[in-house]
Structures are given as C-alpha cells and as structure tokens.
C-alpha cells in the first residue's frame, strides 16, 4: 500500500504513520518497493496458522491436566509465533506455593525452557530474529546473556532433548521444557513443567522424571497434530 493509503485506511495524521512506517522499516518488518509502496517483509507474511493453533490447543489441554494432577506442578505449552514465543496454555499447580504462568505470557528466548527450548530448534535466521526481537535481558544472575554462552546453550539442548530453568527468569524458579514438533518435524511449539527450588529435593532423579513425562506429553500431541 502506498503511504496516503494507508493514511487513509488507519485515520492518522500522514506524519505520524511515515514516523510509524520509518520504526517498522528499520526493526525489519517492513519494506518499500520501487514505487514507494509498503508492504511486509516476505518471511513474515505467514502468520502462525490458526488451524495449528487450535490443534495444539485441543490436543494438549487433557494432557496437560493429566500431568498437573499426577506430577502437581504447573504446565504450560507455548506456542511460536513470527517473532516471540508466546504461551497459549496453563495448568496450574494445586500446590499453595507454586510457579505461576499465563497465557499471553510472552516468554524470554535466553532464559526460559519454553523460550529457549523453540528458539534451539529455529534457523540460525529465525532464532537471530527470535533474540533480537527479544532482546538479550538480564532477568537473574543465572541468565545468560553472552551470546557465544547462550549459542553453546542452544547446542546443548538439541543435543539432550531438553531445556532447564534453573532459576534463569525468576529466582528461586526451576523450568523444564521439550520440543514439540508438527507434522514436517518443525519445532512449532513445546511443554513446560515450572516448580519452586525448594521441592528440587533430588534435582538428578527429579529432572530425569520430570523430562521423561514431558517427553511421553510432547509425542502424544505431535502424533494428534
């Protein structure tokens, strides 16, 4: 669309959105094209599929209320999106103290199991896209901002299967996470555990039981997406 259609279309002044248009344009979302007309940048006019999206909902919500009633911790699914992994799916622990989630929550590439375990698996493209979107925060003394550090940390868990928390995006907060893949094999989205420190009595045992019943959750919802 050409700027005056989109002044148009918005019902903004022309200043304000060639000032708005300028913002996108430099971030790397929008383009112009030899006729001065703007248009998305080719890799983001694919939006999540909302068909997807109601799958993975259907799919893993008894799921994830079997395993918060067995393990009796919070379960969360998150889900990617063109430039943030977003959580769609919570189940809360009916512990008085526990780890909370929300869905909407936009999660932390760097820090968090969900954010990190999708980003691990994305293109270098996409998970460069993924942390620039983001940004690099620092949330606690654990988190890994250093990017050779957090491309290490990458490497390790396509090679393990899994990402780990360990009180990264909020103190005293542990995190498990493992992929979810669609149909192609892609990483589209993936299952959380979140629990307090202090009931990490035995973190080898627990995280070996925790990542198992994960694993078992993530292919029962790959095989009905």
């Known amino acids: 669309m050409s700027l005056h259609e989109i002044t148009r279309a918005i019902k903004l002044s022309k200043t304000s959105v060639f000032r708005l248009l300028c913002t996108l344009e430099s971030a790397g979302y929008v383009q112009q094209d ?28 008894p799921i994830l209320q079997d395993l918060c009633r067995n393990l009796r911790e919070t379960i969360s699914v998150a889900a990617l999106f063109e ?29 968090s199991s969900l954010g990190k375990v999708i980003t691990a698996y994305q293109s270098d493209e996409r998970r460069d896209k993924l942390l620039r979107s983001f940004g690099l925060y620092r949330f606690t003394p654990q988190t890994i901002t250093d990017r050779a550090e957090l491309r290490r940390e990458f490497e390790r868990i396509r090679e393990q299967g899994f990402a780990a928390d360990r009180e990264e ?18 990483v589209s989205a993936a ?18 039981r925790f990542v198992a019943a994960l694993r078992a959750a993530a292919a029962t919802i790959s095989a009905a997406l």
């Open 83 to 111: 430039n943030r992994v977003e959580v769609i799916a919570v189940e809360e622990s009916p512990e008085t103290i526990r780890m909370g989630n929300v869905a909407g929550h936009i999660v932390p590439p760097n820090a």
């Open 191 to 208: 299952i959380s555990l979140s629990l307090p420190t202090m009931r990490m009595r035995q973190p080898e045992a627990q995280t070996e």
């Open 169 to 186: 995006s909020v103190a005293d907060g542990y995190c498990f996470a493992v992929p979810i893949a669609n149909r192609n094999g892609e």
């Open 34 to 61: 030899s006729a001065a007309r703007y248009g998305l940048v080719p890799e983001i006019r694919r939006p999540v599929s909302s068909r997807f999206l109601i799958r993975l909902l259907q799919a893993s919500t």
